[in-house]
């Protein structure tokens, strides 16, 4: 958004579009040397995970036509400076 100047809710769908291949990929890749035996000895926490990201999906598919971008870049600032800190505290 920031490199290319686009607009925040095109940059928002183009992440999912670019991010949707990546994903087939890693999910092929690490099945293949049996790497998710993980997720089934934390399955409630992956259909926690799951499960909110389903629902968030939809409040933010349906929020995206009511909030203008001027709300959500300022958002999108706060979400990743908080990420980033989280991150940092965290090595």
Not at 20 to 31: D, E, I, K, N
Not at 48 to 59: C, D, K, P
Request: charged share 10%; aromatic share 8%; hydrophobic share 60%.
């Amino acid at each position: 958004m920031l490199l290319f100047g686009a607009d925040i809710k095109l940059a928002g769908s183009l992440s999912l579009a670019v991010s949707l291949p990546t994903m087939l990929v890693g999910f092929a890749r690490y099945s293949r040397d049996r790497s998710f035996v993980v997720l089934s000895e934390n399955l409630r926490f992956v259909l926690v995970m799951a499960a909110g990201s389903v629902v968030g999906s939809f409040i933010g598919g349906q929020l995206l036509g009511l909030v203008p971008n001027a709300v959500l870049l300022p958002l999108l600032a706060v979400i990743l400076i908080l990420s980033a800190v989280k991150v940092w505290k965290h090595r």
